[in-house]
């Protein structure tokens, strides 16, 4: 549980959330308000899928179709959402329309060049051209208009029956839901009641690694009961080595750990609040770093709040410290405290903003302080208001990350396997979580329709686990199919690509060419040399009906053969009857090929094209040798240079990232086959270079090395795009 209910201590009594707000210190008295008119949130976090959609049946079944219904979303023209409506109308091929889309982007900074205009100008677009022009003012013209009326990911309204007495309500597309035609706001506006079963990737994935914990390694782990301060954890945090852990894995968040250098639970509630955009507008974040590091004297901003800012070294970091705050230097009630916050919430009112900042300096003066004190108070609670982080909230995803982080020391297998299985989620990629296990000793087997699942599941090795790939990763197939072939294949295995078909009749042609693309019809038939080639081949002779004349002469090839060959004269030859009845029944089907196998850069590009990811070597890892011949460093050696160094990087791009506190900054994550490099884009260069950063998959850089307190970035000076390979990997790019 979080939101404000995170302060209750009704929900940590029911189990609702393991956060004791007695024990740390929360603020509860926004519930004592006697002018606060409407419910608190209560935001409930549940594993997503099957378990969520379980609890939001319960309430429906609870409160009857009547007293419950989701929230509606009014859904709006956006960005690439318009370009693809208005190609459509506008009738552009489909390859155009993919270009023209392409080219709107949602960075959250943008400055005077980052235009729609000056983006058509660079992909080559005429805007003299009609529709192209009709295309760009179209677009122009319809960002945020409604487009439809959608439902709310989480959101419930429940009353004791007669929903439909306040608010039309109809039932959604989804089956076994039902919606209301207001929006959340709406809703709170009428003072209906409303709760927030919200999905998170990372409780699932907790769910699923401790169920293939118990079968597979015979374990039992408990999350409430897991060691408080494990050194392995903390180790690892402290290195920054967080890829796939909750809340603490993005590229601002390895930045910071290790000069915060968590050392206890407490130091994890703070990094996953501190970086947030209020302690970063607020310039909340070095102040604190430096205090922690010993750089700086911890001072409080005025005697009186000692009580309140000592945990964070005199620095206000969640929203709950400045309310308090307001309480104490300014004499506030917990109600007019929550009237301040709701002023600089979400809907911003410039007047009663003022009103409300005159009260704050009124009340403050009246307990004598004054001058630049007052000044630097109000400037802490008001620039940090609307992007404040609640305690309670960072509490309870603290939690969470220090689970996970526990899971991804301990049991790797296990919650890398169930990572993959609760896609998409998370600051990465499956490839490059898949690329970073490795990195850490973790084997992978590849998809095979002998041996996969729909998930991807573990195996046992001599010591330890290897994750087999599920077929889950197989683009195009479906998920009945994937199943299905799991399911037949306990019944017996498969002889041919020919009896795959036969006992998966719902399997379609370009299902099993996908299959056999990836690679994961190799091993069907149990010949050596079987190659994907070989097994394409296989797929289109099997996708072609054989006729009345040649139906079943494989079968009967195999029986000839079982009646005629002698097994004394087998036994003598040193060879079993089944390798003679395997190869007479392989001539019969012909399952040679005349094609040629596949290259290593054709496998790559293979991979990534039918399933996103490769568990064979990284892109980069071919061209090393040519690569440190050009004087271009891994991402491993960064650290090990000095300070202020020039040096060349290149890797795969996996995460773009353009934030709004940032001025205009690009920030880059560059993968090669040893980690992960970051590069920092000043926005003088991203408007040089704006194309080749936004549109290439592969860069090379080059710039000055930053390698200060554990950290490793390069301030870039030039940059280029790098052609390694055809093989298209994916970049989250977070705008």
């Not at 729609?116 to 992909?123: P, T, Y």
């Not at 609040?273 to 310039?283: H, L, M, T, Y």
């Not at 000692?306 to 410290?321: I, K, M, N, S, W």
């Not at 040399?529 to 072609?544: I, M, N």
């Amino acid at each position: 549980g979080r939101g404000s209910a995170a302060n209750s201590a009704v929900c940590y009594a029911l189990g609702i959330t393991a956060v004791d707000p007695a024990k740390m210190e929360l603020l509860f008295e926004r519930f004592l308000s006697d002018k606060r008119d409407d419910w608190p949130d209560i935001d409930l976090d549940l594993p997503s899928g099957d378990q969520r959609e379980r609890a939001i049946q319960y309430v429906y079944e609870r409160y009857g179709k009547l007293g419950a219904a989701m929230t509606a979303n009014v859904i709006t023209y956006r960005g690439k959402s318009a370009a693809r409506e208005i190609g459509k109308v506008l009738s552009f091929d489909a390859e155009t329309l993919a270009r023209l889309s392409s080219l709107v982007g949602a960075w959250e900074y943008r400055d005077a060049h980052d235009t729609l205009e000056r983006q058509f100008k660079d992909a080559g677009f005429d805007l003299k051209q009609p529709r192209i022009r009709k295309f760009f003012e179209l677009c122009t013209a319809v960002q945020d208009l409604p487009r439809h009326l959608g439902q709310h990911s989480g959101g419930m309204v429940i009353c004791q029956g007669q929903l439909d007495a306040i608010v039309p309500v109809e039932p959604a597309t989804m089956p076994g839901r039902v919606v209301v035609q207001w929006d959340k706001e709406d809703c709170a506006d009428m003072k209906i009641i409303k709760v927030d079963l919200l999905g998170l990737g990372m409780m699932a994935v907790l769910e699923d690694a401790m169920a293939m914990i118990r079968s597979d390694y015979g374990e039992e782990v408990d999350l409430g009961k897991l060691p408080a301060n494990d050194p392995v954890v903390y180790g690892v945090l402290q290195k920054a080595d967080t890829v796939g852990m909750f809340q603490i894995e993005s590229r601002a968040q390895m930045s910071c750990l290790p000069r915060l250098q968590p050392k206890c639970f407490y130091d994890i509630v703070v990094q996953v609040a501190i970086i947030r955009p209020g302690p970063i507008v607020g310039k909340m974040v070095h102040p604190y770093l430096r205090r922690r590091q010993g750089k700086e004297r911890a001072e409080c901003l005025h005697p009186s709040l000692e009580t309140v800012l000592a945990r964070t070294l005199g620095v206000p970091l969640f929203q709950e410290q400045l309310l308090r705050m307001a309480m104490i230097a300014a004499g506030f009630s917990g109600s007019e405290a929550e009237e301040l916050r709701r002023a600089f919430g979400f809907k911003r009112s410039e007047k009663r903003m003022k009103e409300v900042e005159t009260k704050l300096r009124a009340g403050m003066a009246k307990n004598g302080i004054h001058g630049e004190t007052q000044d630097r108070i109000v400037q802490s609670i008001t620039s940090f208001a609307l992007y404040g982080f609640p305690e309670s909230h960072a509490a309870s995803f603290a939690l969470i990350a220090y689970a996970s982080a526990y899971l991804k020391c301990h049991y790797l297998a296990a919650f890398t396997a169930a990572m993959l299985n609760n896609q998409p989620m998370g600051f990465y990629s499956p490839a490059t979580l898949l690329k970073d296990a490795q990195r850490h000793g973790l084997r992978f087997k590849p998809i095979d329709v002998t041996r996969s699942n729909w998930d991807c599941h573990l195996e046992k090795l001599p010591a330890g686990f290897c994750v087999r790939l599920g077929m889950r990763y197989v683009k195009g197939l479906r998920a009945e199919t994937g199943k299905e072939i799991a399911r037949q294949r306990e019944l017996g295995k498969f002889a041919a690509i020919d009896e795959l078909r036969r006992r998966v009749p719902g399997i379609q042609k370009a299902e099993l060419t996908a299959l056999a693309a990836v690679g994961a019809l190799n091993f069907i038939s149990g010949e050596r040399g079987f190659h994907r080639r070989d097994a394409l081949w296989q797929v289109e002779r099997a996708s072609r009906n054989a006729g009345p004349l040649l139906e079943g002469i494989e079968e009967e090839v195999r029986e000839v053969v079982r009646e005629t060959v002698p097994e004394k004269e087998m036994k003598a030859l040193g060879i079993a009857k089944e390798e003679i009845v395997a190869d007479a029944s392989a001539t019969a089907r012909g399952s040679g090929s005349p094609l040629l196998q596949m290259t290593a850069e054709e496998r790559l590009v293979a991979d990534f094209l039918g399933t996103g990811m490769t568990v064979g070597p990284h892109p980069l890892a071919y061209h090393r040798a040519a690569l440190k011949k050009s004087g271009v460093c891994s991402a491993v050696e960064l650290p090990k240079l000095p300070d202020g160094m020039r040096v060349r990087v290149a890797g795969a791009v996996i995460a773009r990232q353009r934030p709004g506190t940032a001025k205009g900054f690009v920030f880059l994550s560059l993968e090669d086959e040893t980690g992960i490099a970051n590069a920092i884009i000043t926005p003088q260069l991203f408007e040089q270079d704006h194309t080749v950063v936004v549109h290439h998959p592969y860069l090379l850089i080059e710039g000055r090395l930053q390698n200060q307190e554990n950290v490793t970035s390069v301030k870039v000076e030039r940059v280029e795009s790098l052609t390694v390979t055809r093989a298209e990997t994916g970049s989250h790019d977070f705008h």
